[in-house]
């Protein structure tokens, strides 16, 4: 009677490891297909992304404005204000956070917008501290002839250590 019981017992031992393999084998089948899912929802994403700057700034019209430092003691950023051809199209108001990674080599797209060809005037000011906690208020500006290609300027925010004074560029990519 033991034989059988403990042979019983054996069998339901064994069933019940069978059906939880079993479970694990689907669910470790369902959490693949949930990650292969999620990887393709990504990768769509990451299309549709590109698709719509392509229709929104096409590379015939496009111009884009980016804004990088090179900073150390002559200058705070606080603010940009980013004309083209006499109308305001991008007035940023930095954060300490921003300001930080701005100097520690990050870049920021002030502006990406879209432009006829031809000439166009680009003036930049930028607010912030200068030289001994002083309130320093300065622009810079350049006439850009834009063609029938994609235009990318960079403002460039530097130190110079000869004047002790912070320099502005905007310098053609």
């Known amino acids: 009677m033991n034989v059988v019981r403990y042979a019983s017992w054996v069998f339901l031992f064994s069933l019940t490891a069978f059906f939880q393999t079993q479970a694990q084998a689907q669910d470790a089948g369902l959490s693949a297909q949930i990650q292969d899912i999620k990887q393709q929802t990504i990768e769509l994403n990451r299309d549709l992304f590109i698709l719509e700057e392509e229709l929104l700034f096409p590379a015939n019209t496009q111009m884009a404005v980016y804004l990088s430092m090179d900073v150390g003691t002559f200058f705070a950023l606080d603010a940009v204000k980013l004309s083209i051809d006499d109308e305001v199209v991008a007035n940023y108001l930095y954060t300490e956070r921003q300001v930080d990674a701005l100097e520690r080599g990050g870049v920021h797209r002030l502006y990406m917008g879209n432009l006829k060809a031809g000439e166009h005037e680009v003036v930049a000011v930028f607010t912030g501290r200068g030289p001994k906690g002083r309130d320093y208020r300065r622009a810079t500006q350049l006439k850009v002839e834009?063609?029938?290609?994609?235009?990318?300027?960079?403002?460039?925010?530097?130190?110079?250590?000869?004047?002790?004074q912070p320099e502005f560029r905007i310098k053609e990519w």
Do not use: F, M, T
């Open 146 to 164: 834009k063609g029938s290609g994609a235009k990318n300027l960079e403002l460039q925010i530097s130190d110079a250590e000869r004047r002790q």
